[in-house]
């Protein structure tokens, strides 16, 4: 299995690996790798794989099977290759803090509210989220952007680590979306916003709320009786 070193830490930018098999010339699994695969709402990261003074882009990053495939835009790594690894840092910071923001959002919604949150999806410039809220208008939405908001001010620690899954079980709210379930792993990661929220998740996110900056609302759309669909974007 690559070891994720992104579950770590998501601040480091390069690493060095070793290639562990190639299929169809362009798929490339690594001892080692700091590319987020997709999943969980997170898009992949890109940057590129360099041996020697070649460079070969990564385009996409999925896990398959268990394993983490990068996708490159050429042919030329083989097995046993000995490469360096450097992250398309601006896409993959926007995403930590876009993470960050879904979450600091959602938590403040669904606690407020009552709101079910029913999708996430983090895009590059936005994030969407999709919910179900029976008594629903504009300003509830400005009213939790605004406390958000307040809170992106703030020196608030974000921090992330393993718990027993039946401890973890037991957190209220933990996970607040259906297609999050966990895997069937003995521990469970959690993201906590420390005094606000706890999560399971496997993704990125920065360290202090304050790296966020600020949202705001893009647009709403609805989705039936009771379900919208917002678009939130970091400024
Ligand atoms: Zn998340």
Same mark, same amino acid.
């Given at each position: 299995m690559t070891e994720a070193l992104y579950l770590k830490d998501?601040?480091?930018r390069e690493c060095d690996a070793t290639v562990v098999s190639v299929k169809n010339r362009k798929y490339v699994v690594l001892d080692q790798t700091i590319f987020y695969p997709k999943g969980g709402g997170q898009p992949w990261d890109t940057g590129k794989i360099m041996k020697g003074n070649k460079t070969y882009n990564v385009v996409y990053v999925g896990k398959f099977s268990g394993e983490t495939s990068h996708e490159v835009d050429r042919a030329g790594l083989t097995e046993a290759d000995n490469v360096h690894c450097v992250l398309d840092w601006e896409r993959r910071y926007k995403l930590m803090r876009s993470h960050t923001a879904a979450h600091l959002f959602a938590s403040l919604l669904c606690t407020g509210?009552?709101?079910?949150?029913?999708g996430n999806q983090l895009e590059e410039d936005k994030v969407r989220f999709d919910f179900s809220l029976?008594?629903?208008?504009?300003e509830i939405l400005k009213k939790y952007i605004d406390k958000a908001n307040e809170l992106f001010t703030k020196d608030i620690t974000v921090k992330w680590y393993e718990l027993p899954k039946k401890e973890a079980l037991r %957190?209220?709210? %933990? %996970?607040?979306?259906?297609?999050?379930?966990?895997?069937?792993?003995?521990n469970l990661r959690i993201v906590e916003i420390v005094g606000v929220d706890k999560q399971a998740d496997g993704g990125t996110h920065v360290k202090?709320?304050?790296?966020v900056g600020q949202i705001k609302l893009l647009k709403t759309e609805n989705k039936g009786k009771h379900n919208r669909r917002v678009y939130l974007k970091l400024l």
């Open positions: 998501s601040y480091r509210t009552g709101a079910l949150v029913t029976e008594k629903y208008d504009r %957190i209220p709210g %933990i %996970i607040k979306m259906a297609e999050a379930l966990p895997p069937n792993l003995p202090n709320l304050r790296e």
